[in-house]
């Protein structure tokens, strides 16, 4: 490159870039660096005022045109002390010859490598290596490398490392340092002496001749723009450098990226370092996150030792709110404090309830552009739980308000979702490698969605994970929603949420907020809330077009209350609608207990855990009888330790039959001590509740029988009996049968009417077999009952009372169980009445089982 009005080459934003071999001659600068990246300028020569030039313009008489002005000379090449990337470096200048550049050829103020002067930061960033260098003769240092220059343009840090080539002593060849001749440079080592040829720079020797950058990556939106860095040497000089953060401005649109920093790089030679954040009056402040960066060791030895960040305590209750935003304070609409994945953000007016302002995209263009905001990093500890409350509106890009579906999850009208992203940006070893995780779908719009303008519900819950923790930044961000549409976000609040494990577990059981929260569904019925709920309350849940028995609701439960052993009462409120019928209510059988269009719902719980099956519990049964209106769902389950340590464990309530809605209301899961004893074995077996819960049958159904034993209020009614071996059943609980012959005793009340006029009917008690015999109980004992063909004990019980039957009374039966080995071992123990004529009805009260002695 020869004889050019300005450059030779000139880089600009450039990265990996070789210049490799060649001459440059007689140009205002050979070849300029600037703000380029991994830049190797290798085995070549630059010529300031070269002697073929000099001759040519001596034989013309004229004069080079760069010599004109002697305020300004000639320059080999200039390189800018800042990187174009953070995570760049800077440029590798090897084998390269700089000659011709001395005043004595009439040609002033010329120098083989100059800085730029306009640097973006008072610090530099972009470190360069020199290797094999051949200088021409007759130079001043300031010559060779103008440090005047750069303190005049406010440079006042610099470095160079030199091999002894350089150094002023003629008797003395040790490597040593030249640094800016200011106190702060030249205080670490032994001995310094002034550089010949310039008041800026003195040769400095001893220890202390090598240095490491480091980086120090903050929030670019966080709450402290102007902070700066204040690093001390702390085991020798005490000496303190303050190092203003960089950040390279483009656009609003780009400078509030969520991967864009503010940056913070020192130079440190040998010591013991510590550093620390300072707002304008001098406190300590934190701008959410700091990602320290080491330059990759040096070949030379003696740099900084060790190099840590103070960390200031937050204030009391302080990480209470991780996040809590109007956006009324903020003063422009480009200074949000928020940052974005794309799309842009900026602020609008009015936001929540018609008064203040809110914040909204600005350009989506792809599903997940959207708003950003890094936590701070303090606040994280595993386990925390938090709750995001928000509200939300759509609004298109072209204008107007727009809307989503929050039952959706994967067609184009899916709402957004705010999702969690943990990076980690690098180690110490100077890697960069940005490695994120991702906590998914923290909190979601729950429906219904209003697109008459309104601000809509956006709520969630996580918990803190050891990611989160271990992660360089974290950031909160809200996106997935169709391209042309911006969101629009005000009053979001995330704060500490402690859930209560002493009452209901279960989330928004009652649906008085409105919408469903905390729900979501199994298959793809789609929920919406409906009017009204049970007991004249505004709102319940319901499905929509089921058409399949699995489909229904659902809630992940709070696995830190599901302690080993711990047993929950669990009990609902439903109704059934055939929605092809005009949403007709629809009269299940709950006691069937396949699977049929009659089924009724049931509740029950999965747990999941990573690479193991999926475990199934039932944790409530309808009750019985059905009727017109609200039934009951109601039963028990016990916590496991599996539980406790699964991914989720979730609540679901389905099992209706097909193309019937469930609805469902009243939900409540609460931890109880065991309202069992093995002082009585049956459950409800007087009947005064009203209903049939605990009970089970073969074939028929139970009715309430209005006039029980004893002037009581209820007794049970089996009736539309098809077999003889049809009767009533329920579940024992065989941890009571503690050793085999123990004794029990079986006492019950017992009444037979015909089943079409409840006309009284007679039995013969002195015979066990025909159509004649009175009812009996058939104790039955599963060894395996996931089995159909499993092994079973049956055990008839005979009435052992001598009373004789009548036919208008209740009578007594009583009889005896011995416990078998089969009892104490086997899983599953049933008790069922028995031996009933097909076409009667069995009335019974007074059921119990009681241990004798």
């Not at 490491?212 to 303190?240: D, F, W």
């Not at 649906?511 to 505004?538: A, C, H, M, Q």
Request: aromatic share 10%; hydrophobic share 35%.
């Amino acid at each position: 490159s020869y004889r050019n009005k300005l450059f030779g080459i000139y880089l600009y934003n450039g990265n990996n870039i070789s210049v490799h071999g060649g001459v440059f001659a007689d140009n205002l600068i050979g070849i300029d660096v600037n703000l380029s990246d991994n830049v190797v300028v290798k085995d070549l020569s630059i010529h300031g005022y070269s002697p073929e030039f000099r001759a040519s313009a001596a034989k013309s008489g004229t004069t080079n045109v760069h010599c004109v002005h002697k305020s300004s000379g000639l320059t080999g090449l200039r390189l800018h002390p800042n990187l174009r990337s953070t995570s760049g470096s800077g440029t590798s200048v090897d084998s390269v010859t700089f000659d011709d550049f001395s005043n004595s050829m009439g040609c002033w103020y010329n120098n083989a490598i100059v800085m730029n002067k306009i640097p973006i930061s008072a610090t530099q960033t972009a470190n360069s290596t020199f290797h094999n260098i051949k200088l021409g003769t007759n130079l001043e240092f300031d010559q060779i490398f103008s440090t005047c220059d750069l303190g005049n343009a406010g440079l006042v840090d610099v470095s160079i490392a030199d091999s002894g080539s350089l150094n002023p002593l003629p008797t003395v060849s040790s490597p040593g340092v030249i640094v800016s001749d200011v106190s702060g440079m030249t205080t670490p080592y032994a001995q310094c002496n002034p550089m010949p040829g310039t008041s800026c720079a003195q040769y400095c020797s001893g220890s202390v001749t090598c240095m490491r950058k480091v980086t120090i990556h903050t929030n670019s939106q966080g709450p402290y723009p102007t902070a700066k860095l204040h690093v001390q040497e702390i085991s020798k000089t005490g000496r303190v450098i303050v190092v203003e953060g960089v950040q390279i401005l483009y656009s609003a649109l780009i400078d509030t990226l969520w991967d864009k920093t503010r940056s913070y790089t020192v130079n440190l030679p040998g010591g013991d370092y510590t550093a620390s954040f300072h707002d304008d009056q001098g406190n300590v402040v934190w701008n959410d996150f700091a990602v320290i960066q080491y330059e990759t060791a040096p070949s030379c030895t003696g740099y900084f030792s060790s190099f840590s960040l103070v960390e200031p305590t937050p204030p009391q209750n302080y990480c209470d709110q991780l996040i809590t935003d109007n956006f009324d304070s903020s003063l422009v609409d480009t200074q949000t404090g928020w940052a974005h994945s794309g799309g842009g953000v900026k602020l609008i007016t009015p936001g929540n309830g018609n008064t203040g302002k809110a914040l909204q995209t600005n350009g989506r263009t792809v599903v997940n552009n959207g708003p950003a905001k890094f936590f701070d990093s303090r606040c994280l500890q595993v386990g925390d739980q938090y709750e995001v409350t928000a509200r939300m509106r759509l609004w298109f890009t072209s204008g107007g308000y727009s809307f989503c579906n929050p039952e959706d999850k994967y067609t184009g009208f899916v709402c957004p979702r705010a999702s969690i992203k943990s990076s980690t940006k690098g180690d110490l070893s100077g890697s960069t490698s940005d490695t994120s995780q991702y906590e998914w779908s923290v909190a979601n719009v729950p429906g219904p969605w209003s697109t008459s303008g309104a601000w809509n519900v956006f709520h969630g819950r996580f918990t803190i994970t050891e990611e989160m923790v271990n992660a360089d930044t974290v950031a909160f961000f809200i996106e997935r929603l169709r391209a042309g549409v911006e969101i629009q976000l005000d009053d979001i609040v995330i704060q500490k949420y402690a859930p209560s494990c002493s009452g209901n577990i279960v989330s928004n059981p009652d649906f008085e907020t409105g919408d469903f929260r905390d729900w979501w569904y199994l298959g793809s019925p789609k929920i919406e809330i409906v009017s009204p709920g049970s007991n004249g309350s505004p709102y319940a849940l319901s499905t929509k077009t089921r058409q399949h028995y699995f489909w229904g609701m659902s809630q992940l439960l709070e696995k830190s209350c599901l302690v080993d052993k711990q047993m929950f009462r669990v009990t609902a409120k439903v109704k059934i609608l055939d929605y092809k019928n005009g949403n007709a209510e629809y009269m299940c059988d709950p006691y069937r207990t396949f699977q049929s269009k009659s089924t009724c719902p049931n509740i029950a719980v999965q747990t999941r855990l990573a690479n193991s099956p999926t475990l199934y519990q039932i944790a409530a049964l309808p009750v019985g009888p059905w009727k017109d209106g609200w039934n009951d769902l109601f039963g028990y389950f016990t916590a496991n330790s599996q539980m406790n340590n699964a991914d989720d464990v979730e609540l679901y309530i389905s099992g209706a039959g097909l193309d019937l809605n469930i609805v469902v209301d009243d939900v409540t899961v609460t931890p109880i001590v065991n309202p069992f004893s093995c002082n009585e074995l049956i459950k409800n077996g007087d009947f005064e509740i009203g209903d049939a819960r605990f009970w089970t049958v073969n074939g028929g159904t139970i009715d309430i029988w209005n006039d029980g034993y004893n002037g009581s209020g209820f007794a049970a009614k089996h009736t539309n009996r098809g077999l003889l071996s049809h009767g009533m059943s329920q579940m024992i609980d065989n941890k009571c049968f503690k050793n085999v012959g123990e004794t029990w005793r079986v006492d019950a009340q017992f009444k037979l009417v015909s089943g079409l006029a409840d006309v009284p009917m007679n039995c013969d008690i002195t015979t066990q077999f025909g159509t004649s015999a009175c009812p009996r109980f058939i104790l039955s004992v599963v060894e395996d009952p996931t089995d159909a063909n499993s092994n079973v004990e049956i055990t008839a019980l005979e009435n052992i009372s001598t009373i004789d039957w009548i036919a208008a009374e209740y009578n007594t039966f009583s009889a005896v169980i011995d416990v078998t080995n089969a009892m104490t071992t086997w899983p599953k123990v049933v008790i069922s009445t028995d031996r009933v004529n097909p076409g009667t009805a069995l009335i019974m009260d007074d059921f119990s089982i009681r241990k004798i002695g």
